[in-house]
């Protein structure tokens, strides 16, 4: 980080066009200290993201396929990178971005030859798309663009999609998996194959969102500060929705796999939390007396994402410590 040469008033113009909606109406990148300015400010805060997503992916024991990367909608590339880093170049044939702008597309590249010196890494589309990454795209794309995507998105073996965890965002993400979701495997973070039970009728005032947790060090440094200060953000909240499909088969993880969704909601006497399997979308009573070290971890927000519990009606009866990884079945 170089807090010097951060551009606070392109940031603020970019703020204003996320904020307005009017990003999507034209390429709004003019320089590459834009790119810059943006990569070290908004883009770590999409790292973190995809840092959640991609331990979330590890904790199920998924791997990606040898196979080309594409960073779709790359901005400064931060999710390309964030992927190498996880996975390791050795894991991936190569890196390739795209973006409307070519000004992205050379910041990307540029930034990935830097810091993956033996990586191949080129800028353009390709027909079939192996590791195909998307970030923080649909808010830009009108509802014919969102429907070409899909289309494209269709051919790739494997989709990573990270997005703000926003209703519009997570209900448009849930459509495009309606679409896709009998082309490819689910990964995550549905536990199930079925139709999302986010649509089922009496959800309309839900949606899929999880949330990651930023470097605790963020929160006493001055220049984060007068970053959140500047933009008007909140620097302990990184709401996201996500998407990873995959067209290889994947083990079905047990019926009683549920994935939490959103925050617990927090009473004297339990957890209401949220969760999704199968059998659809509902919220659930953790009693503080039967599972007091699990209320604690809901109160705390460190409620595992996804849990196998026993459950009557709205109540949770029993939790099964194993991760739903180790249960699988083939
Ligand atoms: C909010 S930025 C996100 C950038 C990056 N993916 C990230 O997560 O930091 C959205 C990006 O989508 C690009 N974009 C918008 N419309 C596009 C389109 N129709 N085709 C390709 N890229 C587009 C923008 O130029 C911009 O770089």
Redesign the pocket.
């Known amino acids: 980080m170089n807090w010097q040469t951060i551009d606070w008033h392109a940031l603020d113009r970019l703020r204003q066009s996320?904020l307005t909606g009017s990003?999507?109406g034209a390429?709004?990148?003019r320089s590459h200290s834009d790119l810059d300015s943006?990569n070290q400010t908004?883009?770590q805060r999409?790292g973190w993201k995809w840092d959640y997503v991609l331990e979330e992916l590890q904790s199920l024991g998924w791997t990606p396929p040898v196979s080309e990367v594409l960073?779709?909608?790359?901005?400064?590339?931060?999710?390309g990178r964030a992927f190498l880093d996880h996975y390791g170049t050795e894991s991936v044939t190569g890196l390739r971005v795209?973006?409307?702008?070519r000004l992205?597309m050379d910041f990307a590249v540029k930034t990935a030859r830097k810091k993956y010196a033996a990586l191949n890494v080129q800028s353009g589309l390709t027909e079939t798309p192996g590791i195909l990454l998307?970030?923080?795209?649909l808010?830009?794309?009108k509802p014919e663009?969102i429907d070409e995507?899909a289309n494209y998105v269709a051919k790739a073996e494997v989709v990573i999609w990270?997005e703000p965890g926003t209703y519009e965002a997570s209900l448009t993400l849930i459509a495009v998996r309606e679409r896709l979701r009998t082309q490819f495997s689910r990964v995550a973070p549905c536990p199930h194959a079925e139709q999302c039970g986010i649509l089922a009728p009496g959800n309309e005032r839900d949606w899929c969102h999880h949330f990651a947790s930023p470097p605790s060090a963020i929160f006493t440094d001055p220049d984060w500060g007068k970053f959140a200060h500047m933009m008007g953000i909140d620097l302990r909240s990184l709401p996201l929705s996500y998407l990873v499909l995959d067209k290889r088969p994947r083990p079905a993880l047990p019926p009683d796999t549920y994935r939490v969704i959103g925050r617990p909601r927090i009473y004297k006497a339990y957890a209401l939390i949220q969760g999704c399997n199968a059998c659809g979308v509902k919220n659930y009573q953790l009693s503080k007396r039967d599972f007091p070290a699990e209320f604690k971890l809901a109160k705390k927000d460190k409620s595992p994402s996804l849990q196998r519990w026993e459950t009557e009606e709205d109540q949770i009866t029993a939790i099964h410590s194993e991760s739903p990884d180790e249960a699988g079945e083939e």
């Open positions: 996320y990003a999507g390429d709004y990148w943006y908004f883009a999409i960073d779709w909608g790359c901005g400064s590339g931060v999710a795209w973006d409307r702008s992205a998307l970030s923080h795209v808010t830009e794309l663009q995507l990270v």
